[in-house]
C-alpha cells in the first residue's frame, strides 16, 4: 500500500459523499488522498466538485461501449492507471460486472442507503416506508458481485418519525452515511479492517455483526 493510501472514487450525481471524503481528509479525519474521482455521467456535479479540488475526474459515457462488460473494462482501465489502494462506490449508479471486480476484492466498497441484507437495490427510503420500518440506515459494504450483497462493514441507523416522506428520511439517512463512511474508510485505510474469505475482520477478529456508528464513532 502507498504510504498514504489512495483511493479512487466512483460516483454518478451530485457527489455529496465524495464532498464528505475531500472534507475528511482535507481537515485530516481521513488519512488518505483521493488519487481520482471517475463516473459514467459527464455532467455529474460529484465531477465538477473533484475538479475544485484540484483532483482528476473522468466520465465515460456506457453508450459508446458496446456493452457493459467493455464499459466496466475500459472504467476499470481507467481506475487502475491512478493506482488507487481502495476503489470507493460513492453513489455509483451503474452494476458493476464480476470480472471488473475480481481483481479489487477487498479493495472495493459501497456506501448504500439502507440497513442491509434489507433493501438492496434503488428507491430504499420509499420501500422502507412502505414497509412500516421503524428503523432505517446506511451501511458501508465490501463490493461483490452480489448486487449490494458483499459482506457489511459498518452501518449506521436512523429512526423512521411519523410523517416522514421518502426525502425526509433520505435526508437523515444522508446525514449518518457521511461520517459512517469516513469512519469506515478510516479503518479500511489503515489495515483494521479487512476482507477475510466472506466475512470482515476487525483488528483481527472476524465480525459477527457490522460495526455501528454511534456518537459519530464506529463500535462493534
Ligand atoms: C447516497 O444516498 C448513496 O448511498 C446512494 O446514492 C446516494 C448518492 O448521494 N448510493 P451523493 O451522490 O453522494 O450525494
Same mark, same amino acid.
Given at each position: 500500500?502507498?504510504?498514504?493510501?489512495?483511493?479512487?472514487? !466512483?460516483?454518478?450525481?451530485? /457527489?455529496?459523499?465524495?464532498?464528505?471524503?475531500?472534507?475528511?481528509? $482535507?481537515? /485530516?479525519?481521513?488519512?488518505?488522498?483521493?488519487?481520482?474521482? =471517475?463516473?459514467?455521467?459527464?455532467?455529474? =456535479? *460529484? %465531477?465538477?466538485?473533484?475538479?475544485?479540488?484540484?483532483?482528476?475526474?473522468?466520465?465515460?459515457?456506457?453508450?459508446? =461501449?458496446?456493452?457493459?462488460?467493455?464499459?466496466?473494462?475500459? !472504467?476499470?482501465?481507467?481506475?487502475?492507471?491512478?493506482?488507487?489502494?481502495?476503489?470507493?462506490?460513492?453513489?455509483?449508479?451503474?452494476? %458493476?460486472? *464480476?470480472?471488473?471486480? $475480481?481483481?479489487?476484492?477487498?479493495?472495493?466498497?459501497?456506501?448504500?442507503?439502507?440497513?442491509?441484507? *434489507?433493501?438492496?437495490?434503488?428507491?430504499?427510503? *420509499?420501500?422502507?416506508?412502505?414497509?412500516?420500518?421503524?428503523?432505517?440506515?446506511?451501511?458501508?459494504? =465490501?463490493?461483490?458481485?452480489?448486487?449490494?450483497?458483499?459482506?457489511?462493514?459498518?452501518?449506521?441507523?436512523?429512526?423512521?418519525?411519523? /410523517?416522514?416522506?421518502?426525502?425526509? !428520511?433520505?435526508?437523515?439517512?444522508?446525514?449518518?452515511?457521511?461520517?459512517?463512511?469516513?469512519?469506515? %474508510?478510516?479503518?479500511?485505510?489503515?489495515?483494521?479492517?479487512?476482507?477475510?474469505?466472506?466475512?470482515?475482520?476487525?483488528?483481527?477478529?472476524? %465480525?459477527?455483526?457490522?460495526?455501528?456508528?454511534?456518537?459519530?464513532?464506529?463500535?462493534?
Amino acid at each position: 500500500m502507498a504510504a498514504i493510501p489512495r483511493l479512487a472514487v !466512483l460516483a454518478s450525481g451530485r /457527489g455529496s459523499n465524495l464532498q464528505a471524503i475531500l472534507d475528511a481528509v $482535507a481537515e /485530516g479525519r481521513l488519512h488518505a488522498r483521493v488519487a481520482g474521482v =471517475f463516473g459514467d455521467r459527464h455532467k455529474a =456535479f *460529484a %465531477l465538477e466538485r473533484a475538479r475544485d479540488a484540484g483532483i482528476p475526474a473522468q466520465a465515460l459515457r456506457p453508450r459508446d =461501449f458496446a456493452s457493459r462488460s467493455e464499459f466496466d473494462a475500459a !472504467l476499470f482501465a481507467a481506475v487502475a492507471a491512478v493506482e488507487p489502494d481502495f476503489i470507493v462506490c460513492a453513489g455509483y449508479m451503474r452494476l %458493476l460486472g *464480476a470480472e471488473a471486480i $475480481a481483481p479489487w476484492e477487498g479493495r472495493i466498497v459501497n456506501i448504500h442507503p439502507s440497513l442491509l441484507p *434489507a433493501f438492496k437495490g434503488l428507491d430504499t427510503h *420509499a420501500r422502507a416506508l412502505e414497509a412500516g420500518m421503524a428503523e432505517h440506515g446506511a451501511s458501508l459494504h =465490501f463490493v461483490s458481485a452480489d448486487l449490494d450483497g458483499g459482506p457489511v462493514i459498518a452501518q449506521a441507523r436512523v429512526p423512521v418519525l411519523p /410523517g416522514d416522506d421518502a426525502d425526509a !428520511l433520505a435526508q437523515r439517512v444522508l446525514a449518518v452515511e457521511h461520517p459512517l463512511m469516513i469512519s469506515a %474508510l478510516e479503518l479500511l485505510c489503515t489495515g483494521r479492517i479487512r476482507l477475510r474469505g466472506a466475512a470482515v475482520e476487525f483488528d483481527g477478529q472476524v %465480525l459477527q455483526a457490522p460495526l455501528q456508528l454511534a456518537a459519530n464513532r464506529l463500535r462493534a
